[in-house]
DNA sequence: CCCGTGCCCTGGCGGC
DNA sequence: TGCCGCCAGGGCACGG
């Protein structure tokens, strides 16, 4: 669920409250999460003060001295600072990584545990390191030209295109619907039938709906209530997504749903054409 | 290579 | 009312 958005959202909160902090301590409570170190490497954090809070698409990066951490929240990751004094919940059962600073305590939580943690040096830099590379860039810097060429190729539908994130990042499934209806395209229209014109405006959506997004600190669906920075006020511009069998707001009729790539699916028959 | 499917995981909720 | 079983979701492995 968190998409570009809220991934921007989480990494600005970060920002504010854990740059030049110090690792006191570290410790990881699920080792599946972690997935290209073992547990012990972490502990090369240890004494390691927090630079930086970066963010491709939709991976956090938290950059420290010598090392950085790349964090996919996935669907329901969540972070959660505290200051050192504060009551904090010792058994909760859903904490991933806990990391101690001279400052504060983070908690990262993920209660569906598909979140991951990857470790790497600062001697690999973002553009070598096996993740990010394969990403391709935002709405915000895309080549379009590059961009047209990759979805002409696809005999697939559009949507699907739009959520691999080797072709254009940061979209998720919530985004994608709104885009697509911004848009008036069907999100069952293949990539070969794809005009010029449909990824200028894709591309040009994409970027005013992250911008009001950003702004509204993200959507919402599943409030829960101290998830930091994740409570966000989007969920009301949302003009497709989980309004099935509600009115479109452009035409009136009424808007549908259906399984594209296995995804929930909103949109409007009479607005989106093939 | 290209594309579709199923799996990972667990809380929430639809349906009986 | 109670409880079982299935769905949600991003990304990746795998198979055709």
Redesign the pocket.
């Known amino acids: 669920?968190p998409?570009l958005p809220e991934v921007e959202t989480v990494r600005r909160s970060l920002e504010n409250k854990i740059i030049n902090d110090k690792v006191k301590n570290i410790k990881l409570q699920y080792l599946?999460n972690l997935r290209n170190s073992s547990k012990s490497d972490l502990e090369v954090l240890i004494n390691q003060e927090i630079i930086s809070i970066d963010r491709k698409a939709?991976h956090l990066i938290i950059k420290f001295t010598n090392n950085y951490l790349i964090i996919?929240l996935?669907?329901e990751g969540r972070f959660y600072v505290y200051k050192i004094n504060d009551q904090i919940d010792l058994n909760d059962k859903h904490m991933i990584l806990k990391i101690e600073t001279n400052n504060n305590i983070i908690i990262f939580n993920d209660?569906?545990?598909?979140a991951t943690i990857d470790l790497f040096s600062n001697d690999i830099t973002y553009e070598e390191n096996d993740?990010l590379s394969k990403i391709a860039n935002e709405p915000f810097d895309i080549d379009i030209d590059l961009l047209f060429k990759k979805i002409k190729?696809?005999?697939?539908n559009i949507k699907?295109i739009l959520?691999d994130?080797t072709i254009i990042s940061g979209l998720?499934?919530i985004y994608v619907d709104e885009v697509l209806f911004s848009t008036k395209i069907h999100p069952e229209k293949k990539g070969v039938n794809i005009t010029k014109k449909d990824v200028n405006e894709i591309v040009k959506n994409s970027i005013n709906i992250f911008n009001i997004a950003i702004k509204n600190k993200g959507t919402t669906i599943k409030s829960f209530t101290s998830q930091l920075g994740v409570k966000g006020t989007n969920q009301s511009n949302l003009k497709v997504h989980q309004r099935k069998g509600e009115k479109c707001y452009d035409c009136n009729s009424t808007i549908t749903k259906i399984v594209v790539?296995?995804?929930?699916t909103f949109f409007c028959e009479n607005c989106q054409s093939k």
């Open positions: 669920m998409e599946k939709k996919h996935r669907m209660f569906r545990r598909f993740i190729k696809k005999n697939v699907t959520l994130q998720g499934n790539g296995g995804r929930g």
